[in-house]
């Protein structure tokens, strides 16, 4: 049973860097055994992360106050300097 989950492991792994890895020779040869291993279960699409992804760059305005003012004056400079140098 060990032997079986050891072998199992090792072919997992070999298939999956044959899937990830640049297109070479070996993976070319096998590419229909590396896709029915892949695909079924281990398929990944970046899309999970970022369904409709922007193509544009937006501007985000926020409007804010604190609790007790003078609090952030101190790191509110920092940022000031901080901006106004780059």
Do not use: K
Not at 1 to 10: G, Y
Not at 15 to 25: D, E, G, I
Not at 39 to 46: A, C, K, N, S, T
Not at 49 to 73: H, M
């Amino acid at each position: 049973m060990v032997a079986l989950s050891l072998t199992t492991a090792v072919v997992h792994m070999a298939m999956v860097f044959l899937y990830v890895a640049p297109s070479n020779t070996v993976s070319q040869t096998y590419r229909g055994h590396i896709d029915a291993w892949i695909y079924p279960y281990f398929e990944q699409d970046w899309r999970l992360f970022a369904p409709n992804p922007q193509s544009v760059r937006e501007q985000i305005s926020a409007r804010t106050s604190t609790i007790a003012p003078g609090l952030f004056d101190h790191a509110h400079h920092l940022w000031r300097a901080f901006c106004s140098s780059a």
